[in-house]
């Protein structure tokens, strides 16, 4: 759906309160009657960490509204120490709209620097590489993976698929040689100072918007 089709929160002649941390102004009788509206948060409130289009939506409807807008990349990352990075990233797959972010090892990951975005963003596990590569290769999307290594090509110079799936290693051991080798090319962020590699989810949040620069923007690469 369209976003300038969201309903209008003015059209009973109130506002709702800045950044929605209020009940709808009005009470009962002005609530909107579209069923995407959450009663609950109507009457006391949202402050959720969505945009001002979302506010008051149920999850359910702000979920079914992102799909009809997804962009047709995807996100993984290889979680074999139970890395600390993987809710920023879901964090900002959320905020780039990529189709859906795969974790690639152990189940289980740190949801707090999700913010609770994951409850809006695909996320999906793979248990080994193996699975994750028969998947992509099943959807018929190329993997690119990103990582600082000797032959990596810089990510400001290539030509990102439209459709693919961006992967990324751990902080400080980054990419398994397996998934190095399934890649169909490696890429890196090119880097001036002294240190050696940047943070996992602020490379991820880097080659995402690089993504989006390409596909939403028609800035191709340098």
């Known amino acids: 759906m369209p976003q300038d089709d969201a309903p209008d929160p003015t059209a009973s002649g109130t506002t709702p309160p800045p950044h929605g941390v209020g009940p709808w102004p009005g009470g009962e009788s002005e609530w909107p009657a579209d069923d995407r509206y959450d009663r609950d948060l109507l009457r006391d409130g949202d402050s959720r960490n969505v945009i001002d289009r979302y506010r008051y939506w149920t999850m359910e409807a702000v979920v079914a509204d992102l799909d009809e807008h997804r962009h047709p990349f995807h ?14 990233i879901v964090r900002s797959a959320n905020a780039f709209a990529a189709d859906t972010v795969h974790i690639v090892g152990r189940r289980r990951w740190n949801k707090r620097g999700a913010m609770v975005t994951d409850r809006y963003q695909h996320v999906v596990h793979h248990p080994d590489v193996e699975s994750f590569l028969a998947w992509s290769q099943e959807a018929g999307l190329p993997v690119l993976a990103v990582d600082n290594v000797e032959g990596s090509v810089p990510i400001e110079t290539f030509d990102l698929p439209e459709r693919c799936v961006l992967l990324f290693g751990q902080e400080g051991p980054g990419l398994s040689d397996e998934a190095l080798a399934a890649s169909e090319a490696v890429l890196e962020i090119s880097q001036f100072g002294s240190t050696r590699s940047i943070n996992a989810s602020a490379a991820a949040a880097v080659v995402m918007h690089a993504w989006v620069r390409q596909h939403r923007f028609g800035r191709p690469p340098s």
Request: aromatic fraction near 8%; proline fraction near 0%; hydrophobic fraction near 45%.
């Open 75 to 88: 996100v993984a990352i290889e979680n074999w120490q139970h890395d600390m990075n993987i809710g920023s």
